[in-house]
């Protein structure tokens, strides 16, 4: 059953270190985008990759790092650069980039202690 | 500047009425427009998307409607049905973007 995993659900770390946070998908798209929701705010762009070794920064990519050494895995650093890491987390994928549908995970809420 | 905007935090509808949802947005080099339900802890779900040389996109209960001069789409649930309640976000994006931006969300309750 093809979809998005990303692990864990809820994270815990103490201030001043960084996190990674997984996604990984069995859909075999192209590209894939890493979101962060607020209350009150929608889904935030961070990083996006349109192939693998390739990514872009988003609308508010300061005090995050991404890799993309796969074409399945697309990992979300929040390093202690972030000033407010708590949220919640989303990866998305699609075919490829530009008008197309993206397939969202279920999420990782991120509290910062 | 939120270049996709929902203007209305919240709609309540009763089982079986019409649920219309809003979106506005400002950049014309928009072209292609989608909807997703989101329920709290979990992803959003795509639900359907409409190209801009269209006005009207319909899937079984769901009907998009966009007016292009307007900068405007309307998301039409009907009957509206209490598992219909969820958040509800448009998003928009284009062929020559690599990305879509979305709006701030709207929370349905549909009500027995």
């Not at chain 2, 409409?50 to 769901?62: A, M, P, Q, T, V």
């Amino acid at each position: 059953d093809g979809g998005i995993t990303q692990s864990p659900k809820y994270l815990f770390r103490k201030e001043g270190q960084n996190v990674t946070l997984s996604c990984e998908q069995n859909l075999n798209h192209d590209a894939m985008y890493w979101y962060r929701q607020d209350p009150g705010q929608g889904l935030r762009l961070i990083y996006y990759s349109q192939i693998v070794n390739d990514f872009q920064k988003g609308d508010i990519a300061e005090g995050y790092s991404v890799s993309r050494e796969k074409k399945e895995s697309f990992p979300l650093t929040v390093t202690s650069a972030q000033k407010n890491p708590t949220a919640f987390y989303l990866c998305a994928s699609s075919i490829a980039q530009g008008p197309q549908p993206q397939h969202f995970g279920d999420g990782t809420r991120l509290s910062i202690l | 500047d939120q270049q996709v905007k929902q203007n209305s935090p919240s709609l309540s509808v009763q089982e079986g009425r019409i649920s219309i949802l809003n979106c506005d947005y400002t950049n014309s080099m928009f072209d292609y427009f989608l909807w997703y339900k989101k329920y709290p802890a979990e992803g959003p779900t795509f639900l359907i998307s409409i190209s801009s040389i269209k006005d009207k996109n319909e899937d079984g209960r769901f009907t998009v409607f966009l007016n292009k001069s307007a900068k405007h789409l309307s998301l039409h649930i009907v009957p509206s049905q209490p598992g219909d309640s969820a958040v509800y976000f448009c998003a928009a994006g284009g062929t020559s973007y690599g990305k879509l931006t979305f709006g701030q969300g709207t929370i349905l309750t549909v009500h027995p």
